[in-house]
């Protein structure tokens, strides 16, 4: 007997529980909480902010886990559009005296100092903190604010990290744009596009755990971003199935070759989806999107 897709996506469309959206709010005010109590960092300018796709609404059954960004504002990553800007802005500025080396090893110590050093794991981009019945499991990244300067009197406000392994390029990441972009998307799209993030998460971790090899080589993040980059259009259908279909149709048709998606950006629209820099390509993404038609069934 064939799937019922519809009543499988009408499932899998479906936002978080709001156990799940207070355990992960929970993790936040608790790390919050970490840094209001620490000597070093309570008198910082920092902020604490959820990420991901807790953040962004389309976390999905398999997102176990909740990413929190702690960034420091007091010193901060430039980045120039040419040398004369560079030059200009350089008169005026100063090598900050507090390193990111130093800001990471004080948050440590003071999510040890909140959790126990049991609780708590560094890795080389973040720190893991484990679970309990109050909290989702968290993944904490430190930030410094990394500022793309547009002008001598105008820049971006993103955020920057060093990983411990010092391997490049450095995390570039712009959780507010992303943010905003996506709340925009999914009100021109009838609140569907959220809803269909989360339908191809979760089907691309069904194939994943089917040995679907395509599925295991895409992040989670990237699926995102592939919606993201369909026609408003293809959302003003009446029921699930058929959007996907058309989300799928167009992104496929659009990912043969380079020349159609050479210009996409990640929901943020500040860094090109496909570019050397990134860490998967155009054409596994358009292996991911034919398997996925297969999967389903369409013709």
């Known amino acids: 007997m ?7 996506f009408t499932t899998w469309a479906q936002g978080p529980s709001k156990t799940e959206q207070e355990k992960a709010e929970n993790a936040e005010r608790q790390i919050r909480q970490a840094i209001q109590a620490s000597p070093k960092l309570q008198n910082r300018d920092i902020r604490v902010f959820t990420q991901g796709s807790y953040r962004n609404r389309v976390n999905v059954r398999q997102d176990s886990d909740v990413d929190i960004g702690v960034v420091c504002f007091d010193t901060f990553f430039p980045e120039y559009p040419d040398d004369n800007v560079k030059a200009l802005l350089e008169k005026s500025f100063t090598d900050g ?12 110590e003071a999510l040890v100092a909140r959790f126990g050093r049991a609780a708590v794991s560094r890795g080389s981009k973040s720190f893991d903190v484990k679970e309990n019945t109050y909290r989702v499991e968290s993944d904490v990244a ?22 411990d392994d010092y391997k490049p390029p450095r995390v570039r990441n712009w959780p507010e744009q992303h943010y905003a972009n996506g709340v925009a998307k999914n009100d021109a799209t009838s609140r569907r596009y959220k809803r269909v993030v989360r339908i191809l998460k979760t089907l691309s971790n069904e194939m994943s755990a089917n040995g679907i090899q395509s599925a295991k080589d895409t992040p989670s993040f990237l699926v995102e971003c592939l919606v993201f980059n369909a026609s408003n259009s293809r959302f003003n259908y009446m029921t699930f199935k058929q959007i996907v279909r058309e989300v799928l149709a167009e992104l496929f048709n659009n990912t043969i070759t380079d020349e159609k998606c050479s210009e996409w950006g990640e929901v943020s629209e500040l860094k090109y989806l496909f570019r050397p820099s990134q860490p998967w ?3 596994g993404a358009h292996r991911f999107l034919s398997d996925a038609w297969d999967y389903i069934g369409y013709e």
């Open 2 to 8: 064939s799937r019922d897709w519809e009543s499988v």
């Open 97 to 108: 005296v507090y390193t990111y080396a130093t800001f990471k090893n004080e948050l440590e």
């Open 142 to 163: 430190a930030f410094f604010e990394h500022r793309r300067y547009t002008s001598s009197t105008a820049y971006i406000s993103g955020v920057e990290m060093i990983p």
């Open 281 to 283: 390509t155009r054409h």
